[in-house]
């Protein structure tokens, strides 16, 4: 875990958004740290654990929904909470459906999800899609683009979506992400070491 002083000399340096892969991690450092960053959380979600993911005032977007049941148990909770607006997320696609990794894998089961999402979770605001590619193959990245383009021809009120995210890119890969088309790439190796 990175302590919280690192977290915070990069908040006093302009950075206002920042990421978080483990459930205890993020709800043990976002009351230690400024009310007003928007927390993203980028981790797998078990449903027991949505909320304790939820309680965080500040959570701005959650990245890593991959099913339907996450999504029914997000809003259900932002609903209890009250929450004011909804909920951001991001739908994690696993373009070479590895068995390691999360996310939807097909056309059909992302069309299925986010029109999920659209009709039954009014809580949340779909806002793109987030993929872990396979290290150094840009394939993953490329096929975004695909995704995205299925996604606007089913759905077209997504093109008002203004950003449709794609977040994509690590540390070891961000420069080549930014080049196709990210809108946020996750780079706390670089910035804070390896855990």
């Given at each position: ?9 990069c908040?006093?340096?302009?950075q206002?958004?920042?990421?978080e ?6 709800i043990?450092?976002?009351?230690e ?10 981790g797998?979600?078990q ?8 309680s965080v005032?500040?959570?701005f977007?959650?990245e ?6 996450i999504?029914t148990a ?8 009250q ?10 696609v696993?373009?070479a459906g590895e068995?390691t990794k999360?996310g939807?894998?097909s ?7 986010v029109?999920?999402?659209?009709e ?19 394939k993953?990245?490329d096929?975004?683009?695909?995704y ?8 077209p009120?997504?093109k008002?979506?203004?950003p ?8 070891g ?6 080049q196709?088309?990210s ?13």
């Amino acid at each position: 875990m990175k302590p919280v002083e690192m977290i915070k000399e990069c908040y006093d340096a302009g950075q206002k958004h920042f990421g978080e892969n483990y459930v205890a991690q993020l709800i043990e450092k976002a009351p230690e740290l400024p009310d007003d960053i928007s927390w993203h959380f980028i981790g797998a979600i078990q449903s027991n654990k949505v909320k304790q993911i939820v309680s965080v005032p500040n959570l701005f977007m959650v990245e890593s929904v991959e099913r339907a049941k996450i999504a029914t148990a997000l809003n259900k909770e932002i609903e209890n909470i009250q929450r004011k607006e909804p909920l951001r997320v991001l739908v994690q696609v696993n373009p070479a459906g590895e068995e390691t990794k999360s996310g939807v894998s097909s056309n059909e089961s992302l069309i299925e999800l986010v029109d999920h999402i659209q009709e039954k979770c009014k809580n949340l605001r779909f806002s793109g899609l987030m993929v872990i590619g396979r290290p150094g193959v840009l394939k993953d990245m490329d096929m975004m683009k695909d995704y995205k383009t299925v996604l606007l021809e089913k759905f077209p009120n997504l093109k008002e979506l203004n950003p449709f995210e794609l977040s994509m890119g690590m540390s070891g890969d961000y420069e080549e992400a930014i080049q196709r088309g990210s809108t946020n790439v996750r780079v706390g190796s670089t910035i804070f070491g390896a855990r």
